[in-house]
């Protein structure tokens, strides 16, 4: 694992459809980047099925996301792992871009 003066050398910026580890102070959460820009990020921590009702059978969406958002002064805690081409992906690239 890189150390803290390494992170601060070489800034991560994160980016849609990484996949990092959030160290917090009790413990170390992980999951793909859902959503990014220059302020914020969401970490998909989780997916759900909506319950089966009347409301949710016309909606497009039928999966709760358990999201943890980072805010930008936080990313130092951020540890990236690998990334993804798209939200159906499932293979899994290492940081070089090559298919494991």
Known sequence: M???KDRMNNP???KLHDYVRYHS???VHEGWVYYADHETISIEL???EKPHC???ITELHKKNHILLV???WKWDRLEYVTCREGFHD???RDPT???R
Request: hydrophobic share 15%; proline share 12%; aromatic share 4%.
């Open 97 to 99: 871009g090559n298919n």
């Open 70 to 72: 980072v805010p930008h």
């Open 46 to 48: 989780g997916v759900t």
């Open 25 to 27: 102070a009790h413990r």
């Open 90 to 92: 499932e293979s899994i």
């Open 12 to 14: 991560y910026t994160p």
């Open 2 to 4: 890189e150390t803290r």
């Open 54 to 56: 009347p409301c949710t």
